[in-house]
């Protein structure tokens, strides 16, 4: 039997999708997470925290390929460093790192941490492949019904977004992993660019409610990087198909049919 391919943040939205696909290419997994899961043919589920190191040289050994997909709102340069040293102490051939698109132009916090977290892989003297993709539909819709639920809908001006459907992220990083190293890859996004006002006015059609929209200024630096579209997609990068609202009509079909 070949070497697992070991899924950091297997149990997360795009690990779900990701661990499949590697099944059906004929490849072991081994799904790591803080919490662990129920094990089942060909894969195998292990218990590391990649934040303090505990379990994480168990969690590679006898690993040649590493997809990492494991990702938080704070302490990700951190826990990537852990991840790539145990990666070089077990020899691992290929690296495959997920990754955010402005993740080095746009001056927040969050991404700073994933632009560390790049560098660090970068340098780890493990062979990798880093992918930056734009945000996935399903975040898009968490935060839409999460500001719908207020009858005024603060919207901020300019703020643009490029979302891409999770299961296109999930077969490019498969492809990739499957593949020789390549470094920094082109990035992946949607087919689309949509202000925050249309993204929001989709949502709220597809569900069948009406909110008063207020638009409002992002400021500082940060702010000034969004209006500039400093986090969408540069010239070259790679296209995904599905659309926010094909992806909004398959969400509310699903619903309906679970009901």
């Known amino acids: 039997m070949s070497a697992p391919i070991l899924v950091t ?9 990701v661990t499949p696909l590697l099944r059906e290419a004929g490849h072991p997994v081994r799904v790591l997470s803080r919490r662990g899961g129920r094990s089942a043919p060909g894969v195998e589920h292990v218990t ?3 934040l303090g190191g505990e379990g994480v040289d168990a969690a590679v050994r006898g690993v040649e ?4 997909l494991a990702g938080g709102p704070k302490g990700d340069d951190q826990a990537t460093r852990n991840l790539v040293r145990a990666a070089g102490r077990a020899g691992v051939r290929h690296l495959v790192h997920i990754s ?12 700073r941490t994933k632009r560390d977290a790049e560098q660090a892989i970068a340098e780890s003297g493990v062979p990798w492949t880093t992918l930056r993709a734009a945000q996935f539909h399903d975040l898009v819709l968490t935060v839409a019904a999460k500001m719908a639920k207020s009858p005024v809908v603060p919207v901020p001006g300019g703020l643009r977004f490029q979302p891409v459907d999770a299961r296109e992220v999930a077969a490019r990083l498969v492809e990739l992993a ?13 087919p689309t660019v949509y202000g925050m006002d249309e993204l929001i006015r989709g949502y709220l059609g597809a569900v069948g409610k009406r909110r008063l929209l207020l638009p409002v200024r992002l400021p500082g ?15 070259g990068a790679t296209t995904g ?3 926010w609202e094909a992806f909004l009509a398959e969400r509310l079909l699903q619903r309906v049919t679970a009901r």
């Open 9 to 17: 943040g297997g149990t997360g939205t795009l690990g779900k999708l």
């Open 48 to 50: 590391a925290d990649l």
């Open 65 to 68: 390929i590493v997809l990492h």
């Open 100 to 111: 955010v698109i402005g993740a080095d132009r746009v001056p927040l916090a969050w991404l």
């Open 178 to 190: 499957l593949g020789a190293p390549a470094g920094l890859v082109p990035d992946l996004a949607g």
């Open 221 to 235: 630096k940060a702010g000034r990087a969004y209006r500039n579209g400093d986090n969408l997609a540069l010239g």
């Open 241 to 243: 198909s599905r659309t």
